[in-house]
């Protein structure tokens, strides 16, 4: 499977016992979610899109959010070792469905963007991570506008017609228009 039709699960953080489990270290919202999931898809050459899969004999959630992992087929910790520190991922297909203002930020990617004060803004582009925000990427035209996500600045989010309604905060949007 291609790394393209994928989400990041987390990465494999260290082994456990002599018996090759290993323990994966989750980036996600719900850990336990993924407790008792029989497959993973990993990323075993680091710059390669192509996609590993491995079945799971068990997927047990730790007290630290972690999952404690046994794959088929690896016994040891030699085996394991060779998995250590390779991204873990899992098909989009498999995710929670999302309802109200929450969304996936791959799922916003080309979007419309109205504000409920500035009317049309434009189309999202991408969406920017960062440790203290995110951002809404916006083309208008030639300019790109950014605006924070919060339960603040998301109004609605209309999956249907693929339009997320804002409330930016005030003066922002000018920021970006002006020269």
């Known amino acids: 499977m291609n790394i393209d039709n994928c989400f990041y699960l987390g990465f494999t953080q260290k082994?456990?016992?002599h018996k090759g489990e290993l323990s994966f270290k989750l980036d996600?919202?719900?850990p336990s979610s993924y407790e008792g999931i029989q497959s993973v898809l990993v990323q075993v050459q680091e710059k390669d899109k192509t996609l590993v899969p491995f079945f799971l004999e068990s997927a047990n959630l730790q007290n630290n959010g972690n999952l404690r992992c046994k794959i088929e087929?690896?016994?040891d910790q030699t085996a394991a070792k060779s998995l250590l520190g390779k991204s873990l991922f899992l098909p989009?297909?498999?995710l929670p469905?999302?309802?109200?203002?929450?969304?996936?930020?791959h799922e916003v990617i080309g979007f419309s963007v109205t504000d409920q004060?500035?009317?049309e803004l434009g189309t999202i582009d991408k969406v920017l991570e960062y440790p203290k925000s995110n951002l809404l990427s916006i083309l208008k035209g030639e300019k790109e506008i950014l605006i924070p996500i919060?339960?603040?600045t998301i109004v609605s989010v209309n999956r249907d017609k693929k339009l997320i309604t804002t409330a930016?905060?005030?003066?922002l949007i000018d920021l970006y228009l002006e020269n």
């Not at 469905?97 to 930020?105: A, E």
């Not at 930016?168 to 003066?171: D, L």
Request: charged share 30%; glycine share 16%.
């Open 15 to 17: 082994i456990i016992g």
């Open 117 to 119: 004060e500035k009317g």
């Open 150 to 152: 919060s339960d603040e």
């Open 73 to 75: 087929g690896i016994d």
């Open 92 to 94: 989009l297909q498999v």
């Open 168 to 171: 930016a905060p005030k003066g």
């Open 97 to 105: 469905k999302l309802s109200g203002n929450k969304f996936y930020f």
């Open 28 to 30: 996600v919202d719900s």
